[in-house]
């Protein structure tokens, strides 16, 4: 195609100007940067509140399966990404197929004008579902799933159906509901609740740490023959703590669960993940712990669930594919053989996938 000198000279100074922007960008760049304790503890606060006006539904033909639902961050400007994880054994620890999958999107837009310009801006909330990471199926499938999202100021006694945001994993073929929007300012505070400096390591920690760690919730414990296998809730975050070593940074990362095995208050396992990661973003050695007991209601640092939970680190799979193999692990009121603390490698855990490092 032929150009005129002026396109192809304004081309070329935009060109000129991009590469500079790419580079002011990149210059001095950290991977990671240090939080306050305040930071870490409102990010904390902020996704169980998340948590706590969000529901994960199930079609009639469920097979009793157990999962997790998960909340997290999706970028930078505090949008919120989540995943719904259908474990690969049953409440009683059958073994029921390949884990399935939904992740989404939830964001927000500041000010949306309507159609009609003489009708208040309004704040638009977006549920969207992320279809590279989602495993769709059929409206019959056992893992049909549902995820609510609640945008009203109370959302124990909301009536209205349009403050919510409902999205699932079935296919377009069966009429699924791939995305959703809804008004709502107190959503949107609460997302905007918590500015942290996030980078892209930490969100793509995050994305790795929601795809590759899993929990076994237990109603007692595992050596007891009568134990079930219960639902999990859970919220990934930064810590507080990121220093300088050599080639990149140790950061701290933070996982609590709550084993749904009583109504209100929830119980919860409180796991830090300490990473280091190089100067290129890629996931080095780490260790995985569980935090302590708590001394006293109300405390974040700590640990307060009645029954076991184990914690493991797998090597991700692809859909339709069963993951397996030794994992290391920890456990929460687990039997003496069980460690509290270990150590992994990422470059171990994530060998033969892409996922070591960001994009």
């Avoid at 237990?218 to 050599?246: C, E, Q, W």
């Amino acid at each position: 195609m032929k150009t005129t000198p002026s396109i192809t000279a304004t081309g070329s100074l935009l060109l000129a100007g991009l590469a500079a922007l790419s580079l002011t960008s990149t210059a001095g760049a950290q991977v990671t940067r240090p939080l306050t304790t305040r930071q870490a503890t409102c990010s904390a606060d902020q996704l169980r509140s998340m948590l706590s006006r969000s529901a994960v539904m199930f079609e009639p033909w469920f097979d009793n399966r157990t999962g997790m639902f998960l909340f997290t961050y999706g970028s930078s400007s505090q949008d919120l990404s989540g995943l719904v994880v259908l474990d690969q054994s049953d409440n009683t620890g059958a073994s029921v197929g390949p884990e399935r999958q939904l992740a989404f999107v939830l964001t927000a837009s500041q000010g949306s004008l309507q159609r009609n310009p003489g009708r208040q801006q309004l704040n638009s909330l977006y549920l969207l579902r992320d279809p590279l990471s989602t495993d769709v199926v059929r409206e019959e499938d056992p893992s049909a799933t549902i995820v609510v999202v609640d945008t009203s100021a109370d959302p124990a006694h909301n009536q209205d159906p349009n403050a919510t945001l409902v999205i699932d994993n079935i296919s377009a073929t069966d009429a699924g509901t791939p995305a959703s929007t809804a008004p709502g300012r107190a959503l949107l505070s609460l997302i905007e609740s918590c500015p942290s400096p996030l980078t892209p390591a930490d969100l793509h920690v995050f994305n790795v740490l929601a795809r590759v760690v899993r929990a076994t919730a237990f109603t007692t414990s595992a050596s007891d023959p009568n134990a079930g296998r219960v639902h999990k809730l859970a919220t990934i975050y930064r810590g507080a703590a990121a220093v300088p070593i050599s080639g990149g940074m140790r950061t701290t990362y933070r996982m609590d669960l709550y084993p749904t095995v009583q109504k209100q208050p929830l119980p919860r396992v409180s796991l830090v993940i300490t990473i280091d990661i190089g100067n290129d973003g890629s996931l080095g050695e780490a260790t995985l712990r569980v935090l302590p007991a708590c001394a006293a209601p109300g405390d974040h640092d700590c640990s307060n669930a009645t029954s076991e939970v184990d914690v493991t680190v797998i090597k991700p799979v692809p859909s339709q594919r069963m993951w397996s193999g030794p994992a290391p692990g920890v456990c929460w009121r687990g039997d003496a053989s069980c460690p509290d603390t270990i150590n992994l490698s990422f470059a171990e855990r994530l060998q033969g996938t892409t996922w070591l490092r960001p994009r």
